[in-house]
């Protein structure tokens, strides 16, 4: 299992649509909005490429000091099937 953590969403937004949207967006719509976009990137480039597999965003989900931590809102967001 992979798990891949976007750290700057807020900067990609201000990047992608300029800094006035971004500060019009709260961080969880800049972060949700990026997730979306890598998630079906990462399904396109991915099935391109044949491999099958499932894709899935998660809330509640942290990594920290080598231990993964599951918190009580736990919720699969997104999942994709390629």
């Given at each position: 299992?992979?798990?891949l953590k976007i750290s700057n969403a807020s900067?990609?937004?201000s990047m992608k649509f300029g800094k006035f949207l971004e500060?019009?967006?709260p961080d969880a719509?800049?972060?949700s909005a990026?997730?979306?976009f890598i998630l079906n990137r990462m399904?396109?480039?991915l099935s391109k490429e044949g491999v099958k597999g499932e894709i899935s965003i998660v809330n509640g989900l942290n990594v920290a000091d080598d231990m993964l931590h599951l918190g009580e809102?736990?919720?699969v967001r997104n999942r994709?099937?390629?």
């Open positions: 299992m992979i798990l900067e990609l937004v500060k019009l967006t719509i800049d972060n990026v997730e979306d399904v396109q480039d809102d736990l919720k994709k099937v390629f």
